[in-house]
């Protein structure tokens, strides 16, 4: 009786008062009871409340400026906060652009929150840690790859926690990661280093120790990308991957990592990618061609499957519906639509909201659900069984909307000793592939060392920690570098040998190689009729030696920049690259700065995929 007292009064009160902020005292009584109190707050809402808390739009940006260039928002303004109440929206992206540093993230979190016209927003980000990082001020951590070299739970665990700790303090409540994508491709142009290993056990451990530790905070957690993004060829970002694998295999494989972790994490993401033996059924695009059904927009892939088989019952997201796998083939709206009626609560990035102008298109978007919802039930029940999960999940986690303290924040975010837990995360992971003889170099007074790569930022931060271990060791080093395009055959001969000439070592840092990378061949080459030790420094994917030829050293570093590949944003990984540099040289100050610890976490395979050169678990030292 009393319980049924309780619920009959939250439907009165939830009914006359929706439409206001929601205090924290009230937010509190739903707490207590959050299934009943779910129930009646999604009763009481209006069909636009309910779509409101399916969005989760960004606003990257706001405006241009005087050249036409969109304007970064990275200040909350009138504008922005009316559209957050006017639309009652339940949650907000944000990305690099929006994150400048500490005191200014918590100002723009804070202000967003206060413009919610309801609920406590979900105030989300994809801070993975190494590739994926968004925060310019913040702890990064070494990236999945580097923890799956370390093949240390305990780890993955501390990462977790230091994203959890330093998310928290600005306002964040929702992280999209960790990625469980299995990396069976070597040429995947989109996960790689995102991923822990191709090896589904190991991927699941160390996801369910980064889930256990950020879950000490009040941070949720996104697995993705479902159904398994890990064996495309292809980048969602720009086009739709197909990947043709049987069920039985996908059984194996792609689906371990997603049934041993969902369990844990609060929301799974799913992937704009067509598996064939999944959903055989078709879409038509806009251009009238015939393609296979997206897992995004896929009733029996998140349905049958992940819903009704696997027995998920909590949040269930889209990727970014900007995307071009999504946004060049299907109408905006109807794929909203579609995404909803596949089974996702959450619909990320439906549209572009940058100007006062694509307000119009979010009208349209709302019209045009609520007028599909009077035509078509199963629509109508989808949006009001998604509000309810929302809302659920916002109040057993306790989502608050309570303002963070910048001071407080100050002392947690790129705190020291984050930055030690990262540095000892890198130390562990960095793997030695490669060492005939070379490694580790003994540096002495006056080496004369020159560093080619393909981008003027890499040499420089490779010169910087070249210096950096100089000054430590109280020696000198003459550094010269050039930047050469690998895969690029337009080095001649001559000018690679006047560089070498003299010199004492090379260190040729790769990036993502793929079959006949004739400019690093060349060097190498070179290198050798020259007899100059060359060391080859894999930055990124591990898999670069597999297109290279007499290479005599060579170390996987995981990383050496953070980067958003929707805008070509970057932060230097600078953990990798020290991490990495210091595992190639003693001193007779120091003696070997830092030995590999590093195992292989993935196969690496010749270019044709039918030999296996360098095993998983593969990693020498000293």
Not at 206 to 228: D, E, M, R
Request: aromatic share 6%; proline share 4%.
């Amino acid at each position: 009786m009393k319980k049924i007292l309780f619920t009959l009064s939250l439907m009165i009160s939830t009914s006359l008062s929706y439409a206001s902020v929601i205090t924290d005292e009230k937010l509190k009584t739903y707490w207590d009871n959050p299934e009943d109190s779910a129930s009646a707050i999604v009763n009481g809402m209006t069909m636009d409340e309910k779509i409101g808390q399916l969005l989760m739009p960004d606003f990257r940006y706001w405006g241009i400026d005087n050249a036409g260039n969109k304007q970064p928002l990275i200040q909350s303004n009138e504008q922005i906060e009316d559209i957050i109440k006017k639309y009652h929206l339940g949650s907000v992206i944000l990305f690099r652009e929006n994150l400048i540093d500490t005191a200014q993230t918590i100002n723009l979190i804070n202000a967003l929150q206060k413009s919610r016209s309801n609920l406590p927003l979900f105030i989300s980000t994809d801070q993975e840690g190494g590739y994926v990082t968004r925060l310019r001020e913040g702890t990064e951590m070494p990236g999945n790859m580097a923890l799956g070299a370390t093949r240390s739970q305990g780890l993955a665990e501390l990462t977790g926690m230091v994203h959890g700790n330093e998310l928290s303090s600005l306002g964040f409540n929702f992280n999209f990661g960790p990625v469980v994508d299995v990396n069976n491709n070597q040429n995947n142009p989109v996960i790689g280093v995102r991923s822990y290993s191709d090896n589904p056990q190991l991927v699941s451990e160390l996801a369910n120790s980064y889930i256990s530790g950020i879950h000490k905070y009040p941070v949720l957690t996104a697995v993705k990308h479902f159904p398994g993004h890990g064996n495309v060829s292809s980048d969602t970002h720009f086009s739709l991957p197909t990947i043709s694998i049987d069920a039985s295999a996908w059984r194996e494989i792609e689906l371990v990592p997603f049934q041993n972790t969902i369990d844990h994490s609060d929301a799974v993401m799913t992937a704009h990618i067509v598996v064939p033996s999944l959903d055989n059924t078709t879409l038509t695009t806009l251009n009238g061609e015939e393609i296979g059904t997206p897992a995004t927009l896929s009733k029996t892939i998140l349905t049958d499957i992940l819903r009704d088989e696997l027995g998920y019952d909590k949040l269930i997201m889209t990727d970014a519906m900007d995307m071009g796998a999504i946004s060049k083939n299907f109408d905006n709206n109807w794929a909203v639509k579609q995404a909803i009626i596949a089974g996702n609560d959450i619909i990320l990035m439906p549209l572009e909201i940058a100007n006062k102008e694509d307000v119009n298109k979010l009208d349209g978007l709302y019209s045009y659900l609520k007028k599909e919802a009077k035509n078509d039930k199963e629509l109508e029940k989808r949006i009001n069984d998604s509000a309810k999960r929302v809302v659920l999940a916002k109040l057993k986690n306790r989502i608050d909307a309570n303002e963070k303290d910048i001071t407080q924040a100050k002392q947690i975010v790129a705190a020291p000793f984050n930055k030690k837990i990262e540095d000892m995360v890198t130390e562990n992971a960095i793997t030695l592939i490669k060492n005939e003889g070379v490694l580790p170099y003994s540096l002495s007074d006056n080496n004369k060392i020159t560093v080619f790569s393909d981008e003027k930022p890499r040499n420089d931060l490779i010169k910087k920690h070249l210096s950096a271990i100089a000054n430590d060791s109280s020696i000198k080093i003459d550094m010269q570098d050039k930047v050469v395009k690998m895969m690029s055959d337009d080095l001649a001969n001559d000018e690679i040998e006047n560089m070498i000439k003299g010199q004492d070592l090379i260190l040729l840092a790769t990036y993502n190689l793929a079959n006949q990378p004739k400019n690093a061949q060349k060097i190498i080459n070179l290198a050798e009729k020259n007899n100059v030790p060359l060391i080859v420094i894999s930055t990124r994917n591990p898999y670069d030696i597999a297109y290279l030829d007499n290479v005599k050293a060579n170390i996987a570093i995981y990383g050496v920049t953070g980067f958003d590949v929707t805008n070509n944003v970057r932060n230097s990984l600078e953990t990798n690259i020290r991490g990495g540099l210091n595992s190639l040289f003693e001193t007779s100050e120091k003696g070997i700065i830092n030995s590999p610890k590093g195992q292989l976490p993935v196969n690496i395979k010749s270019p044709d995929g039918k030999e296996t050169l360098y095993s998983y678990g593969h990693g020498l030292t000293y």
